[in-house]
Each structure stands twice: as structure tokens, then as C-alpha cells.
């Protein structure tokens, strides 16, 4: 079956940066793209941007770019967010989640990952 | 890249149907027949309901529907019960290779 586990949760100081993981199991890493979505507490989704987990190729949404970098690890089959520059407005739960190949959909999604970012 | 557009809360009561409107523009939703919508309990990931404006994965009950008029989706969901009591946010592509959620909308069932 399709998994997407995360890293567990994150205190950074403002300034710093964090990395977040997304290890996949249950289907082929490299046939897919791999989302990153953000949810600050008591708001809405935020879509982030994407990597293609084969060919490294990337796309960020214009409010991230220049501060979040995605990466990928084929023979861990590991997707990685960086957020840098973290200020408070970066507190939030971060989630992976999985394009469908034959959909525009997000159609597994990770656990997500709680970043605080306090002084 | 601006926030598509729902109510922030719709009730009913058991039984009722409920209507979730989710309003974007001609480069988002009333562009392309790719919205989605994700049920998302508190404390949960956010679960896929519908894709590609009208269509359920398997496992998601027929009380769920999606539709689509112009720059407007909407979800429906019909002979509401009290696990539906959720937030529902809707998605849409956006043109190149980007997306864009909606505002989120909070289900109470009385």
C-alpha cells in the first residue's frame, strides 16, 4: 500500500532554516511528482510547489521562491522540503502529498510535519 | 496567486443536503475541468472526495458529488451524517504546472 511518512516536528529560531522529509513506500518514487502543501494553525491549505521525483525538475509557487528548495533521493525514495529564512509566519503544519498520474489530484497525502518557529 | 473563493461555513441538519461553492476565475477553475476536493477532519491529513470536478475515488460514498458552472464548482453532499462534519477545500489548477486552494469551508451537522 501507498505510504508517505514525515519527519517528525521542528523548533527553529527565526533566520534558520529547516528540512523536512517525506519517505515514500507502496509504488514507484520515480514516476511521480511530489507536492508540498502548508497549513498555518487554523488556516487554510497553501499549495507550495512540486518536484518531479525523477527527472529533479521543480516548480515553486511564486510566494516561495527563493526560500524553499525541494529535493529528492531516489535510492531512499525521499522527498526533502527547505524552507530558509523562517520567520513566524512560517509556523505550520507542512505536508507532502503525491500527484496522481492520471489526475490533477493530490491523491495520498503525508502525515504532515508541525515547523514553530520561535524566538 | 489569489485564494479561490468559499463560503467559511455551511450547516444542516442530518439527513439535509449541503452545498459548498468554491469560486475562482477563467485561469483557474473556469478554465480547466481540474478541481478537486479534500475532506480534512481536525488534526488529520486532508482526504481526496472528489477529482477532476465530478468524479469519486473509489471508497468515497455517492453522497459526495462535484459539479461545475462557469468559474464556479461546487460540491454537494447529500443525506448528510455526522462524520461529515469536517473543513472541505476545493483545488484547481492553475495553469502552468501550478495549483491553487480554495478559502476552506467548515461542515456543522446540527
Known amino acids: 500500500q501507498v505510504q508517505l511518512v514525515q519527519s517528525g516536528a521542528e523548533v527553529k529560531k527565526p533566520g534558520a532554516s529547516v528540512k523536512v522529509s517525506c519517505k515514500t513506500s507502496g509504488y514507484t518514487f520515480t514516476s511521480y511528482t511530489m507536492h508540498w502543501v502548508r497549513q498555518a494553525p487554523g488556516q487554510r491549505l497553501e499549495w507550495m510547489g512540486w518536484i518531479n521525483a525523477g527527472s529533479g525538475n521543480t516548480k515553486y509557487s511564486q510566494k516561495f521562491q527563493g526560500r524553499v528548495t525541494f529535493t529528492r533521493d531516489t535510492s531512499a525514495t525521499t522527498a526533502y522540503m527547505e524552507l530558509s529564512s523562517l520567520r513566524s509566519e512560517d509556523t505550520a503544519m507542512y505536508y507532502c502529498?503525491?500527484?496522481?498520474?492520471?489526475?490533477?489530484?493530490?491523491?495520498?497525502w503525508g502525515q504532515g510535519t508541525l515547523v514553530t518557529v520561535s524566538s | 496567486q489569489s485564494a479561490l473563493t468559499q463560503p467559511r461555513s455551511v450547516s444542516a441538519s442530518p439527513g439535509q443536503s449541503v452545498t459548498i461553492s468554491c469560486t475562482g476565475t477563467?485561469?483557474?477553475?473556469?478554465?480547466?475541468?481540474?478541481v478537486s476536493w479534500y475532506q480534512q477532519h481536525p488534526g488529520k491529513a486532508p482526504k481526496l472526495m472528489i477529482f477532476d470536478v465530478s468524479n469519486r475515488p473509489s471508497g468515497v460514498p455517492d453522497r459526495f458529488s462535484g459539479s461545475k458552472s462557469g468559474n464556479t464548482a461546487s460540491l454537494t453532499i447529500s443525506g448528510l451524517q455526522a462524520e461529515d462534519e469536517a473543513d472541505y477545500y476545493c483545488?484547481?489548477?492553475?495553469?502552468?504546472?501550478?495549483?491553487?486552494f480554495g478559502t476552506g469551508t467548515k461542515v456543522t451537522v446540527l
Open positions: 483545488c484547481s489548477y492553475a495553469g502552468t504546472y501550478t495549483f491553487v
Open positions: 477563467s485561469s483557474d477553475v473556469g478554465g480547466y475541468n481540474y
Open positions: 502529498a503525491r500527484k496522481s498520474i492520471a489526475t490533477s489530484t493530490f491523491d495520498y
